[in-house]
């Protein structure tokens, strides 16, 4: 089992800036795909950006491409989403997820919530 926490969300204004954080326990993730997804009010959750087990493949969705950044550092099992550029539709709720490859993603954190305002 593995267990995530996201941490790092909050309120910030149009064309700012936030860095989320996903902290893996329980077992290593260094073998796992990792991704970011998010879910607005009244839509289905949506996918963000993934990438993988050695962090040399990334994917974004084409609505945060060129603004977000996924990273990963094994050594602290921990997953990162640099966000820039911040929109109002952005805002949502934001979860992090891990599995053995995409889209295979069996564990799920708690998420965390991001309002942009405008």
């Known amino acids: 089992q593995v267990q995530l926490v996201e941490s790092g969300g909050g309120l910030v204004q149009a064309g700012g800036s936030l860095s989320l954080s996903c902290a893996a326990s329980g077992r290593s993730i260094n073998t796992y795909s990792m991704g970011w997804f998010r879910q607005a009010p009244g839509k289905e959750r949506e996918f963000v950006a993934r990438?993988?087990?050695?962090?040399?493949?990334?994917f974004y969705a084409d609505s945060v491409k060129g603004r977000f950044t996924i990273s990963r550092d094994n050594a602290k099992n921990t997953v990162y989403l640099q966000m820039n550029s911040l929109k109002p539709e952005d805002t949502a709720v934001y979860y992090c997820?891990?599995?053995?490859?995409?889209?295979?993603?069996?564990?799920w954190g708690q998420g965390t919530q991001v309002t942009v305002s405008s």
């Open positions: 997820a891990a599995g053995p490859h995409w889209p295979q993603y069996e564990f």
């Open positions: 990438i993988s087990w050695s962090g040399g493949t990334k």
